[in-house]
């Protein structure tokens, strides 16, 4: 008798320890669960290549594109993501899937990853944020997290702005021309000298 009970509260452990390995992997990215949310400039071209790109693998009603050119308004709420998570380049990315924040991006990144940024996303429980190269967690179970989160869904999903201009623009800067600017000025200097 005893055995049998030793048996059977070994198979239930181990059906417990299997059951998050077969829902984990039973789970299948759906596309009508995404959106993707950009704030970028027109005289970027790294905005242009993901404003292009989005739509091209997951069609022209998946891609929010805020200008940030001529539109100030747009301009204050990149300022406020800003503030948060310390980007400081576009295109500054927000991908929501099924109503949630899964990943907040600066500059461009692999859209066919989507799934897989979606998935460790959810797996971790949490938001994923890419700034200058390094990726971070924001954990949804810290009441800090969770705030953080929320406070970044309202920038991307609900910013009360308008979410394009005609302005062709001219004067900004993308990320990686921002940061190509900066290396020369030392070289600049040494010459001058």
């Known amino acids: 008798m005893k055995v049998q009970k030793a048996l059977l509260a070994l198979a239930l452990s181990l059906a417990f320890l299997i059951l998050p390995v077969a829902s984990a992997s039973s789970w299948e990215f759906n596309e009508s669960k995404v959106h993707f949310y950009m704030y970028g400039l027109s005289t970027c071209p790294h905005c242009r290549h993901m404003k292009q790109l989005i739509p091209e693998v997951y069609g022209s009603d998946k ?8 539109n100030r308004h747009n ?3 990149f300022e406020n993501i800003s503030h ?9 990315i927000g991908i929501v899937y099924d109503g949630q924040l899964v990943a907040v991006i600066e500059g461009e990144f692999n859209v066919s ?9 959810i797996d971790h429980n949490g938001t994923i944020l890419i700034v200058g190269g390094v990726t971070y ?19 991307f999903v609900r910013p009360t702005a308008t979410t394009t201009t005609t302005s062709e623009g001219g004067g900004g800067l993308c990320g990686p021309a921002a940061i190509i600017g900066l290396s020369v000025i030392p070289i600049l200097l040494r010459r001058r000298k």
């Open 84 to 92: 948060l998570t310390h980007i400081t380049g576009v295109p500054a």
């Open 75 to 77: 301009m204050e709420v």
């Open 113 to 121: 990853a989507t799934p897989e940024i979606v998935k460790t996303a």
């Open 137 to 155: 967690l924001i954990r949804h179970n810290t009441t800090e997290g969770v705030k953080l989160t929320n406070e970044l869904y309202e920038l």
């Open 63 to 70: 891609l929010t594109y805020y200008e940030l050119n001529g």
